[in-house]
């Protein structure tokens, strides 16, 4: 089995609490959820989910030496997606954030995994970067309008304009994702695909006072739709649908954390730590023919095993 740890939206600042966010707790918090990972010897490594500090750099900075120091003494190496508030820093510091999880521009990216007990489970994991176009991430003028153009191309289901905390994919990153796909079916691996932002739910999933009449009926929710996704969702969704490698699709950025299913894909929004009294975190396991998330905390458990049938719809 391969086994990994993921926790989302840390959200850490030297602040205090507001709307049900606690931006000082979140440091033990994460703290100690570092401190398992570390023990869990089935572990591989640590994905973050994005959001780990709230938006300025001294909080950025403590952020980065708390993942250094438990990189080099809990000996997990740590993946990141990328979140709004990650970037959304002074413009200055902006082109730095990259080097905060270690990453380069565009912040996008792929890598292998192989079960150590049984080499026939193959995985892929594909880190989306769902801030590349987007007002808070742009580093000059040039950028800010071009992504001011690109947002206003897209309505909400209301027909309002989309939300300026989100951000859009650029068609080079679709090419990249559709080619990374294709690359997985001829290496007979299954994929995951990991962003910041969710795709889709089942709206009995959603619990939150915005929500609250969708989830009285069983229902499909694309949050692009609602403003709580990429701008562009729905295009990432035309791709994934065309590849039955993909099995997973997980995210952050909604605190209050959803599940769904669609066309033989688990949709598993992680609960946002930064909004929970006790902690939130969870052990996703990946298997040839089943996903399962072990959470910890206020985050819920799901199994998901994959269909037979592989054909889409």
């Not at 980065?64 to 413009?91: A, I, M, T, Y």
């Not at 902006?94 to 521009?105: C, D, I, N, S």
């Not at 071009?146 to 909400?156: G, I, V, Y």
């Not at 992680?270 to 009294?277: A, K, P, Y």
Request: charged share 30%.
């Amino acid at each position: 089995m391969i086994r990994f740890a993921a926790i989302a939206d840390v959200q850490y600042a030297d602040a205090d609490d507001k709307i049900g966010r606690h931006y000082r707790a979140s440091y033990e918090k994460l703290l100690a959820a570092v401190g398992e990972f570390a023990e869990r010897k089935d572990v591989a490594f640590a994905m973050n989910f994005g959001d780990a500090y709230d938006h300025d750099w001294e909080s950025a900075l403590a952020i980065q030496e708390l993942l250094r120091v438990s990189e080099e003494r809990g000996k997990r190496k740590w993946r990141h997606v990328l979140g709004n508030h990650d970037l959304s820093v002074p413009r200055d510091n902006k082109a730095e954030v990259y080097g905060v999880f270690h990453l380069k521009k565009p912040g996008y990216y792929d890598f292998s995994l192989v079960d150590a007990d049984d080499e026939s489970n193959k995985w892929r994991v594909v880190v989306l970067n769902g801030n590349e176009i987007s007002l808070y991430a742009a580093e000059s003028d040039k950028e800010r309008q071009a992504a001011k153009e690109e947002r206003s191309k897209r309505k909400l289901a209301d027909g309002s304009d989309p939300h300026d905390y989100n951000g859009s994919v650029s068609a080079t990153q679709l090419e990249w994702l559709e080619e990374k796909l294709k690359a997985a079916e001829n290496e007979g691996q299954n994929v995951l695909v990991c962003s910041h932002f969710p795709l889709y739910a089942n709206s009995k999933s959603l619990h939150s006072a915005r929500t609250r009449l969708a989830s009285l009926v069983n229902v499909g929710i694309y949050y692009s739709d609602l403003g709580v996704s990429t701008w562009n969702g729905r295009e990432i969704l035309d791709v994934l649908d065309r590849h039955p490698c993909v099995k997973a699709y997980l995210a952050g950025h909604l605190h209050e954390g959803s599940y769904g299913e669609r066309n033989n894909v688990v949709h598993v929004t992680f609960r946002g730590l930064v909004e929970t009294e006790t902690t939130a975190y969870a052990y996703v396991e990946l298997g040839k023919t089943a996903i399962r998330v072990e959470g910890k905390g206020e985050q819920p458990s799901y199994d998901f095993e994959f269909a037979k049938e592989e054909k889409k719809s």
